[in-house]
């Protein structure tokens, strides 16, 4: 323990005669220090001695070479084998450690997920989690550490966009845009109290325990404010290129994608004063800043050396196309942070790039469910909602026969929202989402659905952390999709053994952005005509403002994978008539959509009205703000039925649509399916699920609710999917 | 940097003097060492003053008491931060490791490959493994390792069979069997020049890098021989229940799950005699062990403290149904190694069980590819084939538009063969295997192909390490493919976008045990006499001793999902007559089957004989020893086409059977076809492959191959699927 204040009571003498006489004692006659191995400088010591003789070079370049060079334990607070020191110490047990990230938009805030998988791998401390973001990446980062709920993790957000006028006055040709030059004005953005922060770029990876970074803090001198990894390139030493005329830097500069910020001593020091007029004297002579907030910080450390700690390189190995980090990694036993500072991210070109690839990987498909693990030891505030949850878990009973679908109802899904790059709907006021939900095996559904709903979607996929990324590429893969910036496709990560069907259609359903929704399944292409037709229709009945009504869209079947698409009503009753096509589950379970009148339909050139009947669950358009779908109804059967139920005792009209059609393609069972559809428990607990229902229906409903009691304590075929 | 041998040079004095001088230089006047925590007996020193002063207790009692009493650092080597002292010193950066780990049967080979998992992601040091194994283990591991290609991993196979009657005589209730006694005979086992290894149970998973276990082999004494984790239960005090009498044993005794052993000591202090000796006096009074080695170890250790050294708890946590391990893991801030000690294993109750299972998940399901990674700075001999594969990957250009197609053919997966207990059938001289392969999509296939095929089957699976454990369980909730010993069922890990079907179809082949093979597809359902009826056809014909012949089984598909199977061909003959089935792809691609000549097999009563035609691709039965799959034939397109070219080139005669038939259930098309079915690159690769394959088929059978090529030059639909 090296207490930062210690008191320095030793004369240079003592210290000199007592570290003789240990290296005698430690290193004997076989001097067992590893020195540098390769392309070091002669002279440079190999040996860190560690916090008992702080190296603070004269000028900061010299030591810096060195790091670079092959010593990677050239910074004071190194913890690696090549070292002879001691290490540096540890923050306590359950100190907190303060993070902060700037974060703007749908990628980036995937990114960041990975880079927060990989730091709570392997951190052992409570942490607090700073995130500047734009509206975008709050929102997708809001609800996930809101479903995540990860003991011991706390979030606090601070709006980007308040933060840009601060910053918006420097010309930057970075890729990172305004956002990255955001870090610079952090010593202002967090709050006052706030001393200690480490600072990440997002596309950093963590392959060690974050408190070893924070312990280097204690390594600082009491002037020093920022801590910083050498850049592993020759970037700021120029002529890269002709008239290559890089920010003035110290050597070869500093690299910002991890950062030690002594915030307090930046307030203290005017900061704020310091980078602006920095920037701006620079900025007489230079066109922009090429590389964001690290051209400035550069420039003020090359003013002010004063201010910099160096930190060990092993703390940012940075796998730019001409990255130098070999020098650093090939010396060193253990990397403790990756850097993809490449504006080709992954796809860098280094020859070592498929172990840093593997690295990365093993945090993007990390099952972050996993990450839910407490800290044995360090009591924390539990997240919000935790505390209900473990007590309702804790009074299931493992020998319930039910047990896996009452355990499912009250599983916490992770969920981000958003996934992928989305713009939302222009506002229009008759505008329809098509809303549904789907898993891996429902993937190649969606180009033919983009080509049959040309509107927005919003749809809910429910996959592993490993499918996700198998489902990205999937998109890029294809250009129908890669092309449709209105569909919003909104992850739920995987949990527990029984489809959360409806929880699934819910989140879909609250991402919708459009006055209306079109509550669909992923197996059916809905008639070409049909978005508009809906638009037109809400229109025309005055749906949601005049009439509360629920429009039913007509569902029909093909038992065959290849088939001409109707193109008309016309079309759709010719195929009916030869037999190509049936009505919905018209051998197996007609019920379903009986009270729809197919028959009427046929003729209808006008919506009309139809009764609720026991069973029925046709597809039907509502107002955004329809009751949510009942997330007790978990695996398979009666999900759909109970959410018509709901409808119709709150007096939603059914209005059937004349023209509006669906139709369902053919699919093999699906394996969630398969494993229940044999199990007589299976059938109880849905019968159970279905009493349960009824009462709170009843609760709800009053004596109104009588109506459904017959339909409910029917026994349903087990066989038929939701 | 601490030489294990290093000269004592000086006096206890100067290093006394030496502590004092150094404590006051680092603690000052603010006594920074954390002292313990809780429950901590008076006295006990909480801060472990490391190598400098070891503290060996006189009778071993005290410190292992301490140990669980909430001192997590009290072993000498321990590396908390409730420490003061130095790390212990670690093993140099490329020095090799020695692991021991006894394996034997199916359900081992699974739990040890996650334990290696666990100790490949964090280890920096080449490992060489000395795997002491029964003969199922072997050929599990073999091909896995063989397979697996990590760099700078060793592994060395012992046969465990032969080591059996060195233990056989021991009566032992544990559950681990012979196999948890085998242990005991490591330092003779084990080649004579081998002096450290570490020595751990298949139910052991690693939190931190192995090294800093290694690097406990400093603190021995020169005496000191076994380093063993203290029991974190009672079972050791006895009078756990009436008439309980373990083992003699130090106090709480010691946990033999993760063991340092120092080889050469033990040989020389005559080990073989000594726990023979112990264990047959012991065994006069008891009546067998119930803990296997675990007893002997104490016996032997309780008369011989001496040969102890006591380690960290954090190196062995153990989570047997009434663990004391939370007063190791609650002070501590680093687990190192969990132990799974309970028969139950992760179905152990524990109140942290979640956060251990959770651990435990993390690398059951982490993707062991990732695991390929090289160890910068460390020189090592590459695994066999890997430098090949290396420079063929490096010669391939990644601009060639089949690049993918290059890159997966010369992809090697990871293979794990007999993923599930298998008893092989008995042999039998016309007995015939059934060999598919699939992936996740197609599981709900298995239980209605077991009802179909009640033989020997050998199927490959392409699956995720993930998924393999979700297969894993769907077989286990399964009764009918639980109860399926004689299904075979094989791994082999994903590895890039392109389906591998034919080397799967070879590693399904390849393992395959019977004399003959029915080479089938997963979608397809065989009449339910068809085993029964080919291995009559197979002894009446002859095949493969008088007659070199590939038997035809026609093939036909239903468009229904629901269909009522036909129970003979009369039954066959009769839905095809009324269009509820078909001959197969009669629609889409009748060329495949039509030399089968179905209007001749109606009215077959005996095996014909046909001739090869261009794009045939029947299901054949032919002798275990067939040619083997092109593997180049990656994706979906001529995979089977390509085999039965084969086949005729190597003058197989093609006999239809009059009575056998098979029947292909419709699906969803794949995903993996849906990628590539629009991409004209796609034909062009399956075209560049056909060219080359006709090339090889040119070398090895001349101007007879000549016969092929027209067919070789058609183009073919990409929408056909493998």
Chains 1, 2 share one sequence.
Not at 130 to 146: G, P, Q, S
Not at 446 to 457: I, T, V, Y
Not at 578 to 584: D, I, K, N, Q, S
Request: include cysteine.
């Amino acid at each position: 323990m090296l207490p930062r204040g210690r008191p320095r009571a030793l004369g240079a003498a003592a210290l000199l005669l007592l570290l003789l006489l240990l290296g005698f004692l430690l290193f004997g006659g076989d001097l067992g220090c590893e020195r540098r191995k390769r392309g070091g400088r002669a002279g440079a010591p190999g040996c860190f001695p560690g916090p008992l003789m702080p190296r603070v070079p004269p000028d900061g370049r010299l030591r810096r070479a060195a790091a670079l060079d092959g010593d990677p334990g050239a910074g004071p607070g190194d913890h690696n084998r090549s070292d002879c020191g001691p290490p540096p110490p540890r923050p306590s047990k359950c100190e907190l450690l303060h993070v902060a990230i700037v974060c703007a938009g749908h990628n980036s805030s995937r990114d960041v997920i990975t880079l927060v998988k990989s730091m709570l791998f392997y951190r052992k401390n409570p942490l607090h989690l700073h995130l500047v973001t734009d509206a975008v990446a709050r929102n997708i980062l809001e609800m996930l550490f809101h479903t995540w709920m990860v003991p011991a993790v706390r979030v606090s957000f601070y709006n980007a966009d308040e933060l840009k006028s601060q910053v918006s006055w420097i010309p930057n040709k970075h890729y990172s845009g305004l956002y990255g030059l955001m870090k610079l004005v952090l010593p202002s953005a967090l709050p006052a109290e706030l001393a200690h922060v480490i600072v990440l770029d997002t596309d950093v990876t963590f392959a060690s325990d974050i408190s070893e970074l924070w312990a280097l803090f204690a390594h600082f001198s009491d002037t020093q404010a920022i801590g910083l990894v050498e850049n592993q390139s020759d970037w700021y030493l120029g002529n890269l290129w002709k008239n290559h005329r890089p920010w003035p830097a110290l050597g070869r500069g500093f690299n910002t994608g991890v950062i030690l910020l002594r915030l307090d001593r930046l307030r203290q020091a005017g900061w704020e004063q310091m980078w602006r007029l920095t920037a701006r004297r620079e900025l007489l002579t230079l066109p922009a800043t090429s590389l964001a907030d690290q051209d400035i910080f550069n420039a003020v450390i090359k003013e002010h050396p004063g201010l910099v700690q160096p930190l060990p390189c092993v703390w940012n190995v940075q796998l730019s196309d001409h990255t130098l980090a070999e020098r650093c990694y090939s010396a060193a036993s253990d990397l403790k942070v990756i850097h993809w500072n490449s504006p080709k991210k992954l796809q860098v070109k280094n020859k070592h790039v498929e172990f840093f690839r593997n690295f990365y990987l093993t945090f993007l498909e990390y099952d972050g469910n996993l990450l839910r693990r407490e800290l044995f030891g360090c009591p924390s505030q539990p997240p919000p909602g935790a505390e209900q949850l473990q007590q309702a878990l804790a009074q299931l009973d493992e020998e319930d026969p039910c047990f896996e679908f009452r355990q499912q109802q009250l599983t916490v899904h992770r969920v981000h929202v958003t996934f992928l790059p989305h713009e939302p709907p222009p506002p229009r006021p008759h505008d329809v989402t098509l809303v549904a939900q789907l898993s891996m095996d429902r993937l190649q559904m969606l180009e033919a659905l983009c080509r049959h709903w040309p509107g927005p979607m919003s749809l809910a996929l429910y996959l592993t952390d490993a499918e996700a990324q198998q489902f990205l590429r999937f998109i890029e893969a294809s250009p129908v999709l890669a092309a449709r910036q209105d569909v919003a496709y909104h992850v739920v990560y995987r949990e527990g053994p029984l489809y959360p069907v409806n929880q699934l259609r819910n989140v879909a359903l609250a991402q919708a952005l459009t006055p209306y929704v079109f509550l669909s399944d992923i197996d059916f292409l809905p008639a070409y005509s049909l978005y508009d037709y809906l638009r037109a229709s809400i229109e025309q009945l005055g749906l949601g403002s005049q009439r509360k009504a629920a429009l039913v869209v007509p569902a029909f079947e093909t038992l065959h994978y290849r088939f001409s698409f109707p193109h008309s009503k016309v079309e759709l009753l010719a195929l009916l008539d030869v037999g190509a096509l049936y009505t919905f589950r018209y051998h197996e379970w007609p019920r379903g959509h009986a009270p729809t009148d197919y028959a009427r339909w046929r003729e209808a050139q006008a919506p009309y009205r139809v009764q609720w009947a026991a069973d029925y669950e046709p597809y039907v358009v509502v107002p955004r703000d329809c009751p949510r779908y009942d997330p007790r109804f978990v695996g398979f059967g009666w999900n759909k039925v109970a959410h018509i139920v709901e409808l119709d005792a709150q007096e939603y009209e059914l209005l059937v649509l004349p023209e509006a059609f669906t139709i369902h393609l053919p699919h093999a069972p699906s394996l969630d399916i398969s494993r229940f559809r044999s199990s007589p428990t299976y059938r109880d607990c849905l019968q159970a699920l279905k009493d349960e229902f009824h009462q709170d229906l009843s609760r709800h409903h009053g004596a109104a609710a009588l109506k459904y009691l017959p339909a409910l304590q029917q026994p349903q075929s087990p066989a038929r999917d939701g």
